[in-house]
């Protein structure tokens, strides 16, 4: 039951995050992978982060994972703090209950060992099985992710496929009974074939498990198959935010535009969208990207819980807009 009172599962206020770079030579280079980021996500239900390469979707998704602090902004689980979790008790069962899954399904998975040992450990740490129960556990997690647990448990990671490793990954994460998990492009590596299962999958546990998804992906075509809400980010700011739908069937910001066109050619001209002030607009593609990294102040909802970020500084012009009106 989701009542008013709840607290949102995760909440992001205004994180923005700084990287430093200290070449030998030459002055130091800062990076804002993100700027003023702010996001909820309630529990039981997913959200996409979208946006192109080096748009700062990992960077959230790493920030919530907690191997990094953010230079400024808060991360607030379950109504707490994620900064103040300062008890080794308290940060390994932030790490229970927040699991990653990321885009090489090789990554977490140790090659010397089989999938049965990838699975009995955290339902041994986490959970404290033992015997029929820790053995009958393990199974199960397998079942619940649509492996068959005779065909896998004794198999190294190199016999399945990307698909069956993804599933073994999201398997872990079912038995330390997470309840959220960041995925990280999950099915960017699988065979087209397959993403779509990998998508049901994740889609079921959401459904049938109550898990919440963190879903990080290049692709906003297909994250309303899973989130019910979509962010799209640009240069380390959110620039878009609201049911998955609606910014799909109704892009506000050019830049979410210029995504769902999927244009390569910087000189294409992105047409039939709202501009800041209202205005229908016709831009070229490099006009969109330039004017999208100016800062973000406050967002305007354009439809029902649908935000669309304007941006300040409105001088120099977006140069190329054509006055339709
Ligand atoms: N550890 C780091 N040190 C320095 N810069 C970093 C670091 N991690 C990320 N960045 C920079 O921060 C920005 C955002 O990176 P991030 O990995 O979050 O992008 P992304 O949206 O996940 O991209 P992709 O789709 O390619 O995975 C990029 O400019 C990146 O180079
Ligand atoms: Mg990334």
Do not use: C, W
Request: aromatic residues 6%; glycine residues 8%; hydrophobic residues 40%.
């Amino acid at each position: 039951m989701m009542g008013e009172n709840f607290p949102p599962l995760l909440e992001l206020q205004n994180v923005s995050k700084i990287f430093t770079l200290k070449p030998f030579f030459g002055p130091e280079k800062r990076v804002e992978a993100l700027r003023n980021v702010s996001l909820t996500l309630q529990a039981g239900r997913a959200l996409a982060i979208v946006g192109e390469s080096g748009s700062g979707k990992s960077t959230v998704g790493r920030a919530v994972a907690r191997l990094f602090r953010p230079t400024s902004g808060r991360i607030l689980f379950a109504g707490r703090d994620i900064a103040g979790l300062t008890t080794h008790a308290d940060q390994m069962s932030y790490l229970r209950m927040v699991q990653m899954v990321f885009q090489d399904p090789f990554a977490a998975l140790n090659p010397a060992h089989k999938i049965r040992h990838h699975l009995v450990r955290p339902l041994i740490l986490h959970r404290g099985l033992k015997g029929d129960a820790l053995e009958e556990a393990t199974r199960q997690t397998l079942v619940d992710v649509e492996l068959d647990p005779d065909v896998t448990l004794d198999k190294y990671p190199h016999e399945l496929s990307g698909g069956q490793r993804q599933r073994v990954n999201l398997a872990r994460a079912l038995a330390v009974d997470s309840r959220l998990i960041v995925a990280d492009e999950p099915t960017s590596m699988l065979d087209v074939s397959i993403r779509r299962s990998v998508l049901d999958l994740m889609r079921r546990l959401k459904l049938e498990r109550g898990i919440s998804f963190l879903y990080i992906t290049h692709d906003i075509a297909t994250a309303h198959y899973i989130a019910e809400e979509t962010a799209v980010m640009f240069a380390g700011q959110i620039v878009e935010y609201g049911p998955s739908a609606s910014v799909i069937r109704n892009p506000q910001h050019p830049y979410t535009q210029l995504l769902l066109s999927a244009v390569p050619d910087p000189a294409v001209r992105i047409t039939g969208g709202r501009g800041e002030q209202g205005q229908p607009f016709s831009m070229h593609a490099e006009t969109v990207r330039n004017s999208s990294r100016r800062p973000v102040g406050q967002p305007a909802e354009v439809a029902s819980g649908h935000f669309v970020y304007h941006h300040l500084d409105m001088s120099p012009p977006m140069g190329d807009i054509a006055q339709h009106a």
